[in-house]
């Protein structure tokens, strides 16, 4: 069965470094989206891409958050300069169509920011 | 707006007896609801999901859910629990007209098996 496959499966940093999370999607899928869960807490939308924009962004999703689909098929989350507030399980998530047909999500970049 | 309430952050039934994990949903538009569950150091995955045709939906590992509409509920159920069934479990909703595809999550329920 096809996987969305996320790399690394865990990172630290040092509050205010740069950071990349990296996110291959299915091969055949058009729409892409970061999803975050801070520990113990629920999780939350990031954005959502579609034809190499954004379609929709959360709050969340500030001036210090990028996403680039650099080469066809990495999907990339940038996190310009971390807050130890970033520190959270990021998710990548693909689908072939919005809505009905559900997203398979990725096994999660754990970032801890020190 | 959308959101979705997941009732109860901790469920602990025995092994062999029904699992009940509550899920109430707003939308202003139909939605398309669905179920996901994580297991420790894992990602998301789909259990089940409703898309306007069937109430009653059928999803992974013997798990089933029923929308209804008046009550606005998608509750998951299943008649017997296993000891693998001990996981996060979260609702989320998603617009069914002209949307990103956002989906909008539950705070998750836990749920423990016990022998």
């Known amino acids: 069965e096809p996987e969305v496959t996320q790399t690394p499966s865990h990172q630290v940093t040092q509050m205010g470094q740069e950071v990349i999370l990296r996110c291959v999607p299915i091969?055949?899928?058009?729409?892409f989206y970061w999803y975050r869960q801070i520990l113990g807490q629920k999780v939350e939308f990031l954005v959502s891409?579609?034809?190499?924009?954004?379609?929709?962004k959360s709050e969340i999703f500030d001036d210090q958050f990028s996403v680039e689909r650099p080469d066809g098929s990495n999907f990339t989350l940038k996190i310009r300069s971390t807050k130890l507030e970033d520190s959270a399980m990021y998710f990548c998530?693909?689908?072939?169509?919005?809505?009905?047909?559900?997203?398979?999500f990725g096994s999660g970049t754990r970032l801890t920011v020190v | 707006a959308q959101s979705v309430t997941q009732l109860g952050s901790h469920v602990s039934v025995s092994e062999g007896a029904l699992v009940l994990l509550r899920c109430n949903y707003s939308?202003?538009?139909?939605?398309?609801l669905f179920w996901y569950v994580q297991y420790p150091n894992q990602g998301l995955q789909l259990l089940l999901k409703y898309t306007s045709a069937a109430t009653l939906v059928k999803g992974i590992n013997g798990f089933e859910a029923e929308f209804k509409k008046s009550e606005t509920s998608f509750h998951l159920t299943k008649p017997s629990a296993h000891m693998s069934d001990a996981a996060e479990y979260f609702c989320a909703v998603s617009e069914s007209l002209g949307n990103t595809g956002k989906l909008i999550f539950g705070q998750g329920t836990t749920l423990q098996v016990k022998p």
């Open positions: 939308s202003s538009v139909p939605p398309y």
């Open positions: 998530a693909s689908s072939r169509q919005t809505g009905k047909n559900g997203y398979t």
């Open positions: 891409f579609y034809n190499n924009e954004i379609s929709e």
């Open positions: 091969s055949n899928h058009l729409y």
